[in-house]
């Protein structure tokens, strides 16, 4: 099982450009997708991005095109950079390594703790 540590989150402007890392402990993190999601004070936790082992990635709409996930198999970490970040992007983020090798449909292996992005307007 992957282990998963989140950082990088905390109080931002409205259009700033944060990035997020999560660092993977475990031998099988390189063939793992792996993803963030976010969850926002009294709403469900919600896709935002995953990457495939080799590089391929998928986002959902409200991020696309300002987002971008990317990994480095060699540290084993994944990132996720934000831009043009909005009041709506406040959210906890949370790093996790999927049990199916899909960008799309996920059987959660492991969960990050969550790192806390708050955007000021």
């Known amino acids: 099982q992957v282990q998963l540590v989140e950082s990088g989150g905390g109080l931002v402007q409205a259009g700033d450009s944060p990035k997020l890392s999560c660092a993977a402990s475990?031998?099988?993190?390189?063939?793992?997708?792996m993803g963030w999601f976010r969850q926002a004070p009294g709403k469900e936790r919600e896709f935002v991005a995953s990457?495939?082992?080799?590089?391929?990635?998928a986002y959902a709409n409200a991020v696309k095109g300002r987002f971008t996930i990317s990994r480095d198999n060699a540290k084993n970490t994944v990132y996720l950079q934000m831009n043009s970040l909005k009041f709506e992007d406040t959210a906890a983020y949370y790093c996790?390594?999927?049990?199916?090798?899909?960008?799309?449909?996920?059987?959660?292996?492991?969960w990050g703790q969550g790192t806390q992005v708050t955007v000021s307007s």
């Open positions: 475990g031998r099988t993190f390189s063939g793992h997708v």
């Open positions: 996790a390594a999927n049990n199916f090798a899909s960008l799309s449909s996920w059987e959660i292996g492991s």
């Open positions: 990457i495939s082992p080799n590089g391929y990635a």
